[in-house]
């Protein structure tokens, strides 16, 4: 397939946002397809309309979604360094396309040349004229049900276009040849269209939903409090089991601090700070049974939405 390319104007300055986090949070729950759908959080039933979305609110806690006879299970939270998300019950195809923006003109191997560098070229399966088959192009095929800003880093979403021109950075000499990668979400009937601006054939994507029960999901992993040979330790980590496990039983501002006192920077160093030592646990066993749970907070350190069992 040929090569989709924007060569599009670079001028100057920086914007910076800033954000604050309450107890709870809004996030779209977005509807791709051509037809309505329901779907019901907490047993609130909800009904998307086509090709749009509903805002929905959420505590911090734990919640249920259930949609097409099928439900699952995640947790809202406090994030760090959390940037906007959606949710996408229908486990609709969505886009990650990347372009080039240059204050000069690239030739197209320049152009390609760039995005492998970034490893922006991916492999999507597609349908064309019927067959399917593999091709290569700067985008990155996104269907989970919990999409997060956090994992794909995109630039503009679904809803929003490429501008015409974009900011330069004010640290750069006049005149200087420059070049930035910037990326944009599409739903995918969108995407398709993109495709038929430079493309001849008929394409189509499989569509290809999991089971609710078939998604990755997020655990705590099984900590071993017998293998733990320091008794302070033991009762250290088994406190932190019983703080998690009551933490899944909260909702709103009752979960933030508690939450907090769990999982953020200070807490996961304080969990560090030496219960055991070497004359009461020679082999560290401690420590590393605390290693599996601080490493599965901070898996999750920058997302608000997540799936659990």
């Known amino acids: 397939m040929k090569k989709i390319k924007y060569f599009l104007l670079l001028i100057c300055s920086l914007i910076l946002i800033g954000c604050s986090e309450p107890s709870s949070i809004d996030r779209w729950i977005d509807n791709p397809t051509a037809n309505q759908i329901k779907v019901a959080i907490d047993g609130k039933e909800l009904t998307i309309p086509a090709k749009s979305g509903v805002n929905y609110t959420f505590e911090y806690g734990k919640h249920t979604l259930s949609y097409n006879n099928d439900d699952f299970n995640f947790v809202v939270k406090p994030a760090q360094f959390g940037e906007s998300g959606f949710i996408n019950p229908t486990q609709s195809n969505y886009y990650l396309y990347t372009v080039i923006y240059s204050t000069s003109e690239i030739s197209d191997e ?62 750069l000499k006049k005149n200087q040849s420059y070049q930035e990668i910037f990326r944009k979400l599409y739903r995918e009937s969108d995407f398709i269209e993109l495709i038929k601006e430079d493309e001849q054939e008929d394409i189509s994507f499989p569509y290809q939903p999991k089971k609710f029960s078939e998604i990755s999901q997020y655990v705590i992993p099984k900590i071993n409090l017998n293998s733990i040979k320091c008794e302070e330790g033991r009762k250290y980590m088994e406190g932190l ?38 004359e009461n646990d020679p082999e560290q066993s401690y420590r590393k049974e605390l290693r599996q749970f601080i490493d599965a907070l901070r898996s999750t350190r920058d997302v608000n939405f997540y799936v659990i069992k």
């Open 110 to 171: 320049e152009y390609e040349k760039i995005l492998k560098q970034n490893r922006e070229i991916n492999k999507i399966l597609a349908i064309i004229d019927g067959k399917e088959q593999e091709i290569e192009m700067p985008a990155k095929l996104i269907n989970d049900i919990l999409i997060e800003r956090s994992d794909y880093h995109w630039n503009y979403s679904y809803d929003q276009a490429f501008p015409e021109e974009i900011t330069q950075d004010l640290r």
């Open 241 to 278: 089991l019983n703080d998690w496990n009551h933490l899944m039983t909260l909702k709103g501002s009752d979960f933030t601090k508690p939450y907090n006192n769990l999982a953020s920077n200070d807490a996961m160093a304080k969990s560090y700070t030496s219960v055991c030592t070497k």
